[in-house]
């Protein structure tokens, strides 16, 4: 099975648009400051007449993904994939009984799982695909987020991306901006769906990553994943990453979390007009509310940032009138 | 200066393209097997109707650039970069004297220095540039290219670009296909031309890199260039590159040595159809004549497996009408 079969995510977003007019290319974003901020950067930056005015070649727009572009509660989506895998492969793997984070992944013990750093959840990832081909590993993937289901919604994961932040995707694109994710989730991982659920397409796509080696087989040659991890996507790295794969500085920046602060950072300090946005999450009902005191989506000082400096907060109870696509 | 004021080279190819019929979109080709297995291919993979169609999303090009895209003689522009680089430091860096490869360059030991290896190559460079900001290093290479010149031809190294490999760049994302440099250079050295020079933007451009640093200064956040090598991508690494920052597999490799060999065995390996190519500089007398004996450009296995699977191999000689945009 294919993603396209279980998700048409971006032919909703579509089809929403056109059942509300073509006057307003983000429906699913209530009006006001917030919506305005965003609509009049990319009105300055287009408009050839404007003094704010961006060549397309140089708008470059980058979204972290969990909790900016999909959910991260109640963990990370990547590590709800990597405790599967840990659990189907226990029993080939015995030397993992009581050794941390293993033996909390077996026992089930949320609590500490949801206190492991995105450095101790991209070595759980490491060490389950060690040793596996790229295809491989990509196949595997596939084949999780065709079956696997979302512990509160009850949705596939890849139906847990926030419609408003879909609409925004194919708005910019369409006002000629290049979109790419910057995220501190395993590049492999996400480059299985992104395309499919974002219209993102793998080579736009940002994120931490393993190492691999090139191996000539019998069957030809691959790529095996390595257990040791090469760059990690978050914080100072993702500047880094930034300009090891864009190679230019982006005019706007979406995130959520203290790990997209230095993004935000590095982004405003261009030379030309630029987009700071954080997403908050305050709607407890239809979606989750965070950011102080949790350790996902840990967001302190870049809320105190974002104010002090003028960055745009999307509330998402208030400035979404709707936050995933399945809800009507 | 911007590279535009003095290059144009892309307005040349179109000017000369439309100058030769809209019928021949490679008019720096002469006819016959080569530019026909070009073509072929092309048309196979674009044809909807075809059993090798391949939507335009996976039309993915990669190609090498010393001496694929441009020359590489008598030593790799960037290291004729580097040692103007050495020369213009050397009073501030007296501890260069006496140190290999710093003092072959600074006796101008020609010997010595075309049988560096791609590795002491990016060390000198690294070098010449820790503790540098990406911005101020991409000033030093544009000044560089702007007054430079080829030692043998009296051009700026951004003419040094093959004539039929520009209408073929032109002529691939005509055709939908997106292209991307896979190269042993260094990323943010080729990054400042490859835009003005092949229409390949930063993000489509991968090399070799050093490590950067994320800085919070005075004057903003900054991007500093550190001492050590963190990336090479020649041979195996041009698979691992690929997969990296692509993220799948190509349909079509262009190279000219060694160092490209696993770049088009793994392109080979896909499941769907795939072009080869290996550029054979056997020229002499419009450009040079090298391979198995080289050290620069070594050009040895990947001959004998081009012949051996029937990959394309172009003869420069035989098979371009015109190598350089200025000879006419």
């Known amino acids: 099975m294919t993603l396209r079969t279980i998700v048409g995510v971006g032919g909703l977003a579509l089809l929403t648009a056109a059942c509300t007019g073509p006057g307003d290319p983000l429906p699913s974003w209530n009006d006001g400051p917030t919506k305005q901020s965003i609509t009049d950067f990319v009105d300055r930056v287009t408009d050839p007449a404007s003094p704010d005015f961006v060549p397309a070649p140089a708008r ?122 910057v995220s501190g989730g395993g590049i492999d991982f996400m480059r299985v769906l992104t395309e499919e659920v974002y219209g993102i397409p793998p080579e736009q796509v940002i994120g931490s990553m393993g190492q691999t080696a090139f191996e000539l087989r019998d069957e030809g040659p691959v790529l095996v994943k390595q257990p040791g991890l090469d760059f990690v996507d978050d914080k100072e790295g993702k500047p880094v990453g930034i300009h090891r794969f864009i190679g230019r500085r982006p005019i706007a920046a979406f995130g959520n979390s203290d790990g997209d602060l230095q993004m935000l950072q590095y982004t405003a300090a261009g030379e030309g007009p630029s987009l700071l946005v954080l997403v908050h999450h305050d709607d407890a009902e239809r979606e989750w509310a965070y950011d102080r005191q949790s350790s996902i989506g840990h967001l302190d000082a870049a809320l105190d940032e974002a104010r002090e400096r003028g960055w745009t907060v999307i509330s998402m109870k208030d400035d979404w009138r709707r936050v995933f696509a399945f809800e009507q």
Chains 1, 2 share one sequence.
């Open 60 to 181: 470059i727009a980058v979204f972290d993904n969990d909790g900016t572009l999909w959910a991260e509660q109640p963990l990370y989506f990547q590590l709800l994939f990597a405790l599967d895998r840990v659990r189907a492969l226990a029993d080939e793997r015995p030397e993992w009984r009581g050794r941390q984070p293993f033996q909390a992944i077996l026992d089930d013990d949320r609590d500490a799982l949801s206190q492991l750093s995105l450095h101790d959840v991209l070595q759980v990832v490491m060490a389950t695909h060690a040793g596996m081909t790229t295809d491989e590993f990509a196949g595997i993937v596939d084949s999780w987020l065709a079956t696997a289901r979302h512990p509160r919604f009850d949705q596939p994961f890849t139906r847990m991306a926030y419609q408003p932040m879909l609409e925004l995707l194919d708005y910019l694109r369409a006002s000629g901006f290049k979109t790419f994710i």
